[in-house]
């Protein structure tokens, strides 16, 4: 009976392509932002959406109308920005700073 080892005790310690990739994802995000992803989908209704919505938004343009930002917490906002727009909320304030980040 042959068995089975893993990749460390065979001498790999590279992670696979789906696990860096996931890694990588974590590593760019904050835990506010997962905080909110988490909060919009246990909301009961539309309202409550729009009102974390728009206290995302309000914390958006503070930030980002900020004297420097550091270009880890650039990406943050931008995909912050563009989860806003993918609910429907305005975030045209922002596209600035995603024409500037290129």
């Known amino acids: 009976c042959a068995t089975v080892r893993s990749g460390v005790e065979m001498g790999r310690t590279e992670d ?28 009961k ?12 938004v309000m914390m958006l343009r503070t930030v980002l109308t900020g004297p420097k930002l550091e270009k880890n917490k650039l990406k943050e906002y ?15 304030f922002g596209y600035i700073h995603a024409v500037k980040a290129t």
């Open 78 to 92: 931008l995909i912050r920005l563009m989860y806003v727009e993918m609910l429907g909320h305005d975030a045209a």
């Open 16 to 43: 696979s392509p789906r696990q860096s990739i996931a890694l990588g994802a974590h590593k760019t995000k904050s835990k506010e932002f997962y905080d909110i992803v988490r909060h919009i989908g246990e909301s």
């Open 45 to 56: 209704n539309k309202s409550d959406e729009d009102a974390i919505m728009r206290r995302e």
